[in-house]
């Protein structure tokens, strides 16, 4: 059975691995292109986009493809309703894997919004010094705040940025050590994150925990109506394999 998987996260990397070493599966995972140095899974890898939903259900079809999963990132909001779709449109059974939302803890200081125009509207009275985590895209909706902002992401925000800003280029994970010395350093006053879930990336949480700080959370997209979902790589095993 012939699987297109669409990545980009650790999720992703991990059913590649398991799938491609199983007899009957032939495996090939997508990344958007979007990171210049993407961590890449096992087995055939494509690059780049599909042109839309219309280019998805195209390829789909000239390539063969019996299934999807979209394991992207909870916050890639097009291309999943453009997997779902398209696995309509072509009959396929289309599978999204989620992991997890974080969850408050005691003494968490959380404003959820539902977006990043939220964000930006929210945190404009809660501090002068922004810790801005939600990687380069979408970094654009803070360009006219008057704070300044330390921005983190892999690769450099492509479109406009904070008049007022220091950009660092790194790839977690961190540790909550390192995240409540570098909130300290830079002298945070609030820290704005999507709600991504997992591990990797849960430290800067603990740290501002720690420190009382502020947290502008940004909620996740809605996945597509009647969307099938499962929250872990063992879920989306057990799926697969009842496909075959």
Known sequence: MKILILGGTREAREIA????GERGFEIVSSLAGRVREPVLPVGAVRVGGFGGADGLRTWIAENGIEGVVDATHPFAGGITANAAWAAAEAGLP???????????QAGD??????????????????????FLTIGRQGVAAFAGSPQWFLIRA???PEDAVPSRHELLLARGPFSVAEETALFTDQRIDVLVTKDSGGALTEAKLAAARALALPVVMIERPPLPAGAVRVETVAAAWDWLRQQV
Do not use: F, N, Q
């Not at 691995?17 to 491609?20: L, Q, R, V």
């Open 17 to 20: 691995d398991i799938a491609s």
């Open 94 to 104: 289309v599978l999204h894997v989620r992991r997890p939302g974080w969850s408050e």
């Open 109 to 130: 200081r959380w404003i959820r919004v539902p977006d990043l125009a939220g964000a930006a509207e929210t945190v404009a009275g809660l501090g002068e010094r922004v």
């Open 154 to 156: 892999i690769d450099p």
